[in-house]
């Protein structure tokens, strides 16, 4: 499909799931006929100002945890890997757990302390991030042709967070850095799928355009403003003109030839910019009135010549609410399994209000309390008791030892599976092969011959270096049109469009590759000839070692008895005793335990 022809049809989609409902609006000329905004288009709780709360106020006086405190070796590996994205060393489970009984308060602010001062929190919460802006090493489309320099914005994301960037500049400057003196961080308007050989320019350039509009509006806004590019929004008060007034902040950034490529970063052209107008229907070759930047009528006025740089600083602005609670919310997310609002991607009127509006409020006012410091709020979130509780005990059956209320479900957290690049970099960093260098172009993993065997040969490229190939997945090589099949399988975004939340999907195919893939076998293989030379035969100690790499805690004493019948069984069917712990600690891979969080 042409690419204006998906962009189409997503649309239409998008307005056709509740088609029963509304009727969509659309006209030969969207300024004429633009309805004006009307004081109930703001009555809906996403575009209210922020609430006020008590002073003194903080997130467990608003969550009111419901469960009794997790235990350190739980508390632990869950901070690690929400901080990280990676697990503890046993080492450093065993010293917090000493640590905790001498002084529980100081010895957990000193651990969250350590991990948001760590080089890995930014490479882990730079994922986040680049799956909000679609972020891809390749175009896209037919010929997914190689970017050569799109790794520099994905290196920019994460030395920013690593640094502590005021959340407001990081924002502002992906939009505006090139007058800002910061031009690689608009690698971000720059991110989006490309057809560079296209033989209308002027198709592309719309296609583009539309794009980066869209991306902004749903990155910064939390709403589908794409779907005004073809009608009126059917559901929120943005017009088809507000569309293409957003869009015309953009307009002279970008200006296509024939076969090259897009950025790496944003450059303002001068000459040859087509004036700026709404486009009847969506239709690229209909051209309607003429219009001037602004943001959509329902937030405000805009300044007269407003510019980019306008654009950027009300965006991240502690005036605009409903970027407060975008931002808000999908932190929450990220920490707890689940967002307040339960659809981050669209807080407007086809998404759900909060479960905790008080809650989500505070959350959205905190961040600029906390001088727009990520790292600051993410503080704030983990040592609230609200964080730090048990989520449920579950027997060896499996099943809970105790229900809680849905309201208390709906306020803790949800057993958060690994994503795909954790679950690579956490066995990486278990079986001690995880290789933490830092920055540069993305490396090229070797790939089944199956899906090699596919490609054409430049796409088939493998970094010559092997010592690259254990680096952390954030550093890999992100190809749009095909994934690491480890990602895929556990629901890496395609990057075509921006995704606030990943899909968390259960399948066979899942456990086969982990059960069964060269990977998994070679991880539990090298783990089980550390564990050897450190352990001999020793069963007992063997089991303790494995299981806490793998799962962060000590093994129980009915955990020890099965381990070593295990072993005992196992090694009267595999060639050796090595073979067999080899296939103990791949059970342990192929734990929920080690799936999952906690």
Known sequence: MRPQGLLLALCLCLSALNAHAVSIRASADPVKDERPIKAEDKDHWAFKPLQPTPEKTGIDDLAKPASAPADPATLIRRLTFDLTGLPPTPAEVEAFSKACIQDPASSIEHLVDRLLASPRYGEHWA???????????????????????????????????????????????????????????????????????LNNQNERRHVLLNDIASTVGAVGLGLTVGCAQCHDHPYDPISQADFYRLRAFFDNTVLTKNSKPLGPAVRIYTEGIPASTVFVRGDFKRPGPEIQPAIPRVFGDTPAKADRTMLARWLASKDNALFLRTTANRLWQQHFGRPLAAVPADLGHQGEAPTNPALLDWLAAELPRQNWSLKRLHKVIVMSQTYRQSVFVVRPSGRPEAQRSLNALQQTQTPKRLTGEMLRDAMLSVSGQLNLKTGGPGVKLPLPKEISSTLLKTQNEITKDTSEHTRRSIYTFARRNLRNPLFELFDRPDAQMSCARRNASTTAPQALMLLNGDFAHGIAAKIATQLNEQHGSDAPALITAATLRCLSRHPTPQEIEAGQKFLQKQTALTPSFHEALADYCLALLNSNEFVYVD
């Open 127 to 197: 994922q986040w991030w680049l799956d909000l802006a679609r972020y891809a090493d390749t175009d896209g489309f037919e010929y997914d042709a190689e970017r050569k320099h799109a790794w520099q914005y994905r290196d920019w994301v994460i030395d920013a967070l690593n640094r502590d960037m005021p959340f407001d500049a990081f924002v502002q400057h992906q939009i505006a850095g090139d007058l800002m003196e910061d031009e690689t961080a608009t690698g971000f308007l720059f991110s989006c799928p490309d057809m560079p050989d």
